[in-house]
């Protein structure tokens, strides 16, 4: 495994997420598939067996669920799982990313980013994932009923208190994390360090506008869903395999018709390369760093053994320049 720094903070230069987590066959009342631990616990260790030292998380994951926001009984289950996965491994030999922003309860307060929800929130993290402190702590996405000043004076207290070391944005415009970041600039705040966005071969929006700000604030680029969950792997050109994400969640499967032609361009690249899919797209996104002037680590998911060997053996393979180019202008 390779290593980089995110300010200080040296992490694996690939980082486990748990949004989606080894799935059992069986089912709550309500419908939910179950997390299978016992894989989920094989992968962690593969994990840290390879080198991983670095997990992302979020108080609103369940582990099989996709939205974030419609299942808040469901809310915390990931960060439980995560925590008794890494129970046996030295607290400080491992870096832990989770986030705050959702409805994690139906009341007033249950949701958003005012310093009621994230005060009550950090604690209830901490609880799940029985940790003393977050590395961490990342803002979901955007709350517009809340002043920015009064969410970053929360987050600068508690990296100040010691229940956080570091802090990170996700999924906000290139706008309001400027104005977040000048606002901290300006109070003298402890500044975000990392942005958490989707990014991929199939994905590269961010590189309008958000990239940009990265490059200012020297910030690192935690790019989710990397192999566009699974469909950059090429496992749903010929259907939709049974156990697979998309044979759960439905609105997946839209999304492997609409990716199908990038797919099956990304397939024939890395077999001509004799890698796969898998490893040619991560391999891909890593030598974007040096186009981009930006540290990028992807958050991958994964559901067995072999996907995690595949997906780190990614960060050993240099994509021959011509290869790598042919898919600048996708
Ligand atoms: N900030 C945000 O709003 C946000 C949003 C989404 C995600 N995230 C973060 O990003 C993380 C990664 O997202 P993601 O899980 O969608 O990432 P991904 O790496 O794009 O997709 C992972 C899924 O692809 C399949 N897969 C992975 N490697 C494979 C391989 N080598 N061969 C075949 N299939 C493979 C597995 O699904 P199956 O085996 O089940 O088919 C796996 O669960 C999340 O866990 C979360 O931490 C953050």
């Known amino acids: 495994m390779k290593y980089t720094q995110l300010h200080g903070l040296t992490v694996s230069q690939i980082c486990l997420g748990s949004w989606h987590l080894p799935a059992s066959s069986e089912k709550y009342g309500d419908g939910i598939l179950k997390v299978d631990r016992k894989e989920t616990s094989r992968v962690v260790k593969k994990a840290v067996d390879l080198g991983i030292n670095f997990f992302d998380t979020a108080n609103t994951y369940h582990g099989t669920i996709s939205e974030t926001h419609l299942h808040p009984e469901h809310s915390g289950n990931a960060e439980k799982i995560l925590g008794s996965c890494l129970e046996g491994y030295d607290r400080e030999s491992i870096v832990v990313a989770t986030k705050v922003r959702a409805e994690v309860a139906r009341f007033p307060n249950g949701g958003g980013l005012s310093r009621k929800h994230i005060s009550w929130q950090i604690g209830e993290s901490l609880r799940r994932l029985r940790m003393k402190y977050v590395d961490l702590y990342q803002i979901h996405w955007e709350d517009q009923n809340t002043p920015p000043e009064e969410t970053l004076d929360i987050l600068n207290d508690l990296v100040h208190r010691g229940s956080v070391h570091y802090t990170g944005v996700s999924n906000h415009s290139a706008e309001n994390m400027e ?9 003298g705040y402890e500044k975000f360090i990392t942005m958490q966005e989707p990014y991929s071969i199939a994905e590269r929006d961010i590189e309008k506008d958000k990239v940009q700000v990265a490059r200012k604030y020297g910030m690192g680029l935690l790019a989710y869903v990397p192999l566009a969950q699974g469909i950059l792997t090429g496992k749903y050109l010929k259907g939709i395999p049974q156990g697979s994400r998309a044979s759960y969640i439905k609105p997946l499967r839209e999304e492997t018709e609409r990716l199908k032609s990038i797919a099956s361009r990304v397939r024939e690249a ?9 490893q040619f797209s991560l391999a891909w996104l890593l030598r974007m760093q040096r186009e981009l002037g930006i540290t990028i680590v992807p958050i991958i998911g994964a559901t067995s053994v072999r996907h995690i060997e595949e997906n780190c053996s990614a960060t050993e393979i240099n994509l021959p320049d011509d290869v790598f180019r042919s898919f600048m202008e996708t």
């Open 179 to 187: 104005k977040m970041l000048r606002i901290s600039e300006e109070r």
């Open 270 to 278: 890395a077999e001509t390369l004799q890698i796969t899919p898998a």
